[in-house]
């Protein structure tokens, strides 16, 4: 039996098509509890992310430079503090010419008051491609550390963001050695502080005629990884 809920949760304005809970953030903070929630859907797919803070709606975030269709908050990164970033996720954002690239943005809070949250930075592929998706999943490695995947660049890639001085920039590359073309690696990515070894794992759903697979790799201090196994979905179509 499923205990009643604690709260819920709604846009401030709901309107059909706002995907409101689409991602989701959370900040562990002693005495209370915060969180953000992505609705990519909102004001014509250009998107927003609501922040809360012991359940009160503490700011709406959009993208400075959004349109129509970027889908800002189709991702968050799973964690944020009051020092590290809410990391957002716009992977249908045009860079240039190239339609639906995608990018990642920061955000920060600053507690004053009055509370004031504001764009941190934004980073795109330095090569753009269309359809690439940059910023279709996100992870947090540390506060000045993250993952994010690119799905729609040939046979998928990983990319390690690193933030700096409010500066966010591409550091790192990780493609599958058995890569195909539309292998969508990147769709999905999660990350495991060991102290033997770090984990990550990321997802490939295009992977033998959508079969979808999983490839796990260890990442050491220097950030360099090796790869560890795959798991490849059993049936096609799963």
Not at 8 to 26: N, V
């Amino acid at each position: 039996t499923l205990a009643a809920a604690a709260a819920s949760f709604t846009a401030p304005t709901p309107t059909p098509g706002d995907e409101y809970g689409a991602a989701l953030a959370y900040h562990n903070i002693f005495g209370a509890n915060a969180f953000a929630v992505g609705a990519p859907g909102t004001n014509s797919d250009q998107g927003s992310v609501f922040v809360y803070r012991t359940n009160a709606l503490e700011a709406t975030l959009t993208a400075s430079d959004g349109a129509a269709g970027d889908r800002f908050g189709a991702t968050l990164a799973p964690t944020y503090s009051d020092t590290a970033p809410v990391m957002v996720g716009a992977p249908s954002d045009d860079v240039g010419a190239a339609a639906n690239a995608g990018s990642v943005y920061s955000f920060l809070r600053a507690a004053g008051p009055p509370v004031v949250w504001s764009q941190e930075a934004k980073v795109t592929h330095g090569s753009p491609v269309a359809n690439g998706a940059f910023g279709t999943s996100l992870t947090v490695v540390s506060a000045t550390q993250f993952l994010t995947g690119e799905p729609g660049r040939s046979n998928g890639a990983l990319h390690r963001l690193a933030r700096a001085a409010g500066v966010l920039s591409l550091a790192g590359s990780l493609t599958a050695a058995d890569g195909q073309a539309n292998d969508a690696f990147g769709t999905c990515v999660s990350f495991l502080e060991d102290c033997a070894a770090d984990h990550v794992v990321v997802g490939a759903r295009g992977v033998m005629f959508t079969r979808g697979a999983l490839y796990r790799y260890t990442m050491d201090g220097a950030f360099a990884f090796t790869a560890v196994e795959r798991f490849v979905g059993a049936v096609g179509g799963d």
